[in-house]
Each structure stands twice: as C-alpha cells, then as structure tokens.
C-alpha cells in the first residue's frame, strides 16, 4: 500500500477485545515511527498509542494497560490490540506516519463501537 490501511474494527461489548491491523509499505514501516489516533463523534482526533522504528511504545493515559501495540516488520504490519474495552473507547481509528499526521493526511480509518 502507498498509505496505511486500517482493519479489524467492529462492535463490541464492554469488556471485549478488539484487534486492529494496519497494513503498510515495507517502506513506509521500516522507515517510520507508527502511530494510531482516533476520533470519537464531536471531538478531536486524539493519539492513542506510538511505536518506534525501534519498537519503543507510548500511549495515551486513558488505554495504558489495555492497549497494546506492535509491529510485524515481516509482515508489513502494525496491531493495536485493545482489551477491557469501554464505551468512551468508540471512535473512528486512524493508523498513521508522524510525517502524514504533521501533513494532515488521512486515511479512511476502521470504525469501533462498544456498548455497555
């Protein structure tokens, strides 16, 4: 793919598991630190998890401990694996480059709905 592609979301009850794909070029993986933002109805985008070129991860307060991401240089992907999923965790989610976001490029993003 020339831009990341997102996959795997659905809905969900709370307490569920989801997990989310983002398949890219070898290039763009390979070269760049990965990130996934998400954006719920009537609120900003907003960073959810970072992982490094190096595999070193960051995330937002409100997923640490149930959220996990990774990447699978192999297979040209990178996951967010999300557990112990709540309501307020319903968005639209975007996987992404830092260049992309700085640039404001988006892609079409995987829609989660969890329900109580």
């Known amino acids: 793919q020339v831009q990341p592609v997102e996959s795997g979301g659905g809905s969900v009850q709370a307490g569920g598991s989801l997990r989310l794909s983002c398949a890219a070029s070898?290039?763009?993986?390979?070269?760049?630190?990965m990130v996934w933002y998400r954006q719920a109805p009537g609120k900003q985008r907003e960073l959810v998890a970072r992982i490094s070129t190096g595999g070193t991860t960051n995330y937002a307060d409100s997923v640490k401990g149930r959220f996990t991401v990774s990447r699978d240089n192999a297979k040209n992907t990178v996951y967010l694996q999300m557990n112990s999923l709540k309501p307020e965790d319903t968005a639209v989610y975007y996987c992404?480059?830092?260049?992309?976001?700085?640039?404001?490029?988006w892609g079409q993003g995987t829609q989660v709905t969890v329900s109580s």
């Open positions: 992404n480059t830092e260049v992309r976001v700085l640039r404001q490029i």
């Open positions: 070898g290039f763009i993986l390979r070269g760049n630190d």
